[in-house]
């Protein structure tokens, strides 16, 4: 019998990072435009709820926010 859990489904989505880019494009069809969320996700080719997180972060903060990347101290 072989150990099944250890292997990952080929179909699993990975994570990707949204550019500055993408999130440039994103705030300018949204906000400065005034398009529509769902129309300005396939644009910039994002997800809709991540899209919505980062409009709400930049009407927060003013500023498009970058995460800091993980990994090392």
């Given at each position: 019998m072989s150990d099944q859990r250890n292997i990952a489904p080929l179909n699993r989505r990975q994570h990707q990072r949204t550019t500055l880019a993408q999130k440039e494009i994103l705030i300018k069809l949204a906000l400065v435009e005034g398009k529509?969320?769902?129309?300005?996700?396939?644009v910039a080719n994002v997800n809709e709820s991540t899209a919505r997180n980062?409009?709400?972060?930049?009407?927060?903060?003013?500023?498009?926010?970058?995460?800091?990347?993980?990994?090392?101290?």
């Open positions: 529509a969320i769902r129309e300005a996700t396939q980062i409009i709400a972060a930049y009407r927060r903060e003013g500023t498009i926010v970058q995460r800091p990347c993980g990994g090392g101290l």
